[in-house]
């Protein structure tokens, strides 16, 4: 069947609207839920993150492949060091979270307030985000300040 542009111009038509689901990884508030439960679980000793740290740890929760790359690196360090990518909607959750003061910015470092520390062991103790948790512990040792450094130095 041969279908010409000319038979389908000049006839009516109309567009419906769909729903388009948002993948949850998409979700502001699901990445912002991801982030505070990062800084109880990851930075449980100095309640701080850095940016980059914060990305690192969302690349982590990825994938995988992400998160078996960064535990080898952290083991083999002379190795091929994982690619991370800084996601943009990242940016986005961490505003939300400043606006609503989940967490602060203080001297290059975020640390969760006690809004946000309830919050995050709320969704811990309800069992939520069990893979993420999962993982984040699996990783939590490499997830230094120094390691992220490394990650992102040149050369």
């Known amino acids: 069947m041969n ?7 000049g006839r009516p038509f109309t567009f419906t609207r769909r729903p388009e689901h948002l993948p949850c990884e998409m979700r502001p508030m ?3 839920s991801l982030i505070i439960i990062s800084f ?8 701080t993150c850095s940016l980059k740290k914060i990305h690192v740890i969302n690349w982590l929760l990825k ?5 078996n790359d960064f535990g080898f690196w ?4 002379d190795g091929v060091k994982p690619e991370v990518r800084m996601d943009p909607t990242l940016d986005r959750a961490i505003e939300l979270l400043l606006a609503e003061k ?5 001297n290059g470092k ?8 309830q919050s995050s062991l709320k969704l811990l103790s309800m069992n939520v985000f069990k893979k993420e948790s999962g993982i984040l512990l699996k990783n939590k040792k490499g997830l230094t300040e120094a390691n992220i450094t490394k990650l992102f130095q040149v050369g």
């Open 102 to 106: 989940f967490i602060t910015h203080e």
């Open 40 to 47: 109880t679980l990851v930075a449980s000793r100095t309640s």
């Open 74 to 77: 952290t083991i083999n360090k």
């Open 63 to 67: 994938s995988e492949k992400n998160s």
């Open 110 to 117: 975020y640390s969760l307030t006690d809004k946000g520390n």
């Open 3 to 9: 279908i010409k542009v000319e038979d389908i111009i």
């Open 30 to 32: 699901w990445r912002a």
